[in-house]
């Protein structure tokens, strides 16, 4: 398989295999659980990652990380201006241990933009191997083009990966539809069953029992257009027509066409467009911060709470283990917490105690509409990693 080489691949391959196992040592608890397993990790992720490994190995139900995109800027909080090399020699052992804590259900998703993603993409195929990459999901992250730019970039990738593509294939959860997506169901025959949408009923191709004449009941004749055959054999047509489930217009005469009730979608499946409306922004993230800290303490780079509770959605169900090992400001720990997943979040800037505790404090449980819902806080630990020696 074609790989990706750079000046200190020999010595980043082995690197995490070489980094000695430390320890972490819980300083305080916060919240209402004492119990509670969840946990925010202040220090180096190649460190920490390597110390929950014993613990967590094929435990993680779902890894989201935002790493430094290496836009060469130096951000308040953290540099982001590694020369090329230094950002993927950083990376693999990172990766490598990251694949190692994914349980076989689970998905990581990589948010970079067009400095790293496409070497990142090789690098994964390498690590995960290419036959468990998901979709690069394509984030809409601007509301308008940045006029100083030569073309302005308006996405994130975030690069999906399995840990086994088979064990997730038909097992994502669908997205909720949205108001405006309920709203597209009708009742024009007054269905008891009621609202629906409409589908052809054609598929793709020939399939020679599948290309009968098809007669409305005003008397119309159709048969599969062009290129085309009808979606099922016709003994189930016939089914679907006893069933009130073909429509053929007000009028009776037109192609037929399948009817979906609302009472039965689960939802939608998710493809690889998200767009700003549906998961918020760059500038929505920065409201939330400055919401949150006040515009003179936030954070450079904070994502969406909306974007991390779709992949969470799309990836989790409450009670599964959410790991971010690049936490910012615990934008992906808080949505966890609201979410009722448990949680590690890693972040080695001061930022950990700064932004991600008090974020923590103030973040309380969602209901299932995405309202809060009083049902405690919860509960997690500050974890420091105890030096060698
Ligand atoms: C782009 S920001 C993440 C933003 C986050 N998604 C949010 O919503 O706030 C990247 C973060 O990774 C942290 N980071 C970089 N290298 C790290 C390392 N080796 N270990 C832990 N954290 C690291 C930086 O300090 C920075 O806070």
């Known amino acids: 398989m074609p790989t990706l080489h750079w000046l200190t691949r020999d010595k980043d391959i082995a690197a995490s295999s070489l980094a000695p196992y430390r320890l972490l040592e819980a300083v305080e608890t916060y919240g209402d659980d004492p119990e509670t397993q969840n946990m925010l990790i202040h220090g180096d992720n190649l460190d920490a990652l390597k110390a929950l490994l014993p613990f967590y190995a094929g435990k993680i139900k779902c890894i989201y990380i935002d790493p430094p995109y290496n836009t060469q800027s130096a951000f308040e909080h953290y540099d982001d201006n590694l020369e090329h090399t230094e950002w993927l020699s950083m990376m693999y052992p990172r990766f490598e241990l990251l694949r190692d804590l994914l349980s076989e259900s689970g998905l990581i998703w990589v948010n970079l933009d067009d400095n790293e993603a ?231 800037g001061e930022h950990a105690e700064t932004h991600c505790l008090p974020r923590l404090k103030k973040s309380d449980r969602w209901g299932t509409g995405g309202n809060l819902r009083s049902t405690g806080m919860g509960g997690w630990w500050l974890i420091q990693i105890l030096p060698i020696g």
């Open 118 to 348: 496409h070497y990142t993409k090789i690098i994964l195929d390498e690590i995960f191997g290419r036959k468990n990459f998901v979709a690069n999901v394509i984030w809409q992250k601007r509301t308008s083009p940045d006029a100083r730019a030569t073309i302005s970039d308006a996405h994130d990738h975030i690069l999906v990966y399995a840990k086994d593509f088979e064990t997730i294939r038909a097992n994502l959860n669908k997205i909720e539809l949205d108001e405006a997506q309920r709203a597209k169901y009708k009742n024009p025959d007054n269905d008891r069953r009621g609202p629906w949408v409409s589908t052809d009923f054609t598929a793709q191709g020939y399939r020679p029992n599948q290309m009968y004449k098809i007669t409305t009941p005003g008397g119309t004749e159709y048969h599969p257009p062009e290129g085309r055959c009808w979606a099922n054999l016709e003994s189930v047509f016939n089914n679907l027509v006893a069933n009130n489930k073909i429509w053929f217009g007000k009028k009776g005469n037109s192609r037929p066409r399948i009817k979906n009730f609302l009472s039965d979608a689960q939802g939608l499946t998710p493809w690889t467009w998200w767009g700003n409306q549906d998961v918020g922004h760059n500038q929505e993230a920065k409201k939330e911060i400055n919401k949150l800290f006040g515009a003179g303490n936030a954070f450079d780079t904070p994502k969406p709470e909306r974007l991390i509770k779709r992949i969470l959605h799309v990836s989790t169900t409450p009670g599964d283990i959410v790991l971010d090992s690049f936490l910012g400001s615990g934008t992906t720990a808080a949505v966890a917490h609201k979410m009722d997943r448990n949680y590690i979040g890693i972040e080695m």
